[in-house]
């Protein structure tokens, strides 16, 4: 079996998520080849994602694309774009409706054997707090990464989240579309046309 259905079966969180006020099974999202140009490390599928089974399957996602400047089948197309969330389920929400955080388990669990399924991949975009903290280290504030972009790229670019959630946090920094978009859609047209 290959990493992908071992995570496909994967029943960890069973009972976690049994437990919160979705009250939801495990289903494991899994999209991505070892032939991905591009990595998009994300936080972990919301609820409609949950339902379609296909990432970024909502508003956040017609963001996402617009940022990258991809057309829908391109981002969907797993032998040039992978993602690869920090936990590969829906976990829930609370009591008061809001998002739990992705389930540490899963990324202890996967994440190793994930990214050596990859192997090498020309740019890795590092969508939210938990992805940038894996994959860069440290416990840094999402808008300081992402203002650090420089440092990274062009391999790498911390992104916020595209939830509409983040509209605020946009209208604040307006230099993250102006500065950082441009250089990023730039940098994804390059790996996808290579």
């Known amino acids: 079996m290959s990493v992908q259905d ?3 079966a994967c029943r960890l969180c069973a009972d976690r998520f049994a437990a919160t006020a979705t009250g939801h099974s495990p289903r494991p999202v899994v ?9 998009i490390a994300s936080q972990a599928p919301g609820a409609r994602v949950h339902e379609a089974m296909t990432p970024f399957w909502d508003r956040s996602g017609d963001r996402l694309r617009d940022w990258l400047g991809v057309s829908e089948a391109e981002f969907y197309d797993r032998s ?7 936990a590969f389920c829906f976990p829930g929400y609370n009591a008061a409706g ?11 669990t996967w994440r190793d054997r994930a990214m050596a399924a990859l192997g090498d991949v020309p740019l890795t975009l590092l969508i939210g707090g938990y992805a940038q903290e894996w994959h860069l280290g440290g416990k840094v504030p999402v808008t300081t990464r992402v203002a650090q972009w420089r ?4 391999g790498v670019f911390a992104l916020p989240h595209p939830s509409w959630r983040n509209t605020g946090w946009l209208n604040r920094n307006p230099w993250f579309a102006d500065e950082v978009l441009p250089v990023l859609r730039a940098r994804v047209r390059e790996v996808l046309d290579d």
Do not use: E, G
């Open 31 to 39: 999209w991505f080849r070892d032939t991905a140009r591009i990595l």
């Open 80 to 86: 040039r774009v992978a993602i690869v969330p920090m």
């Open 98 to 108: 809001s998002d739990l955080p992705p389930p540490r388990i899963c990324a202890r």
């Open 6 to 8: 071992d995570i496909a």
């Open 151 to 154: 440092d990274h790229a062009p």
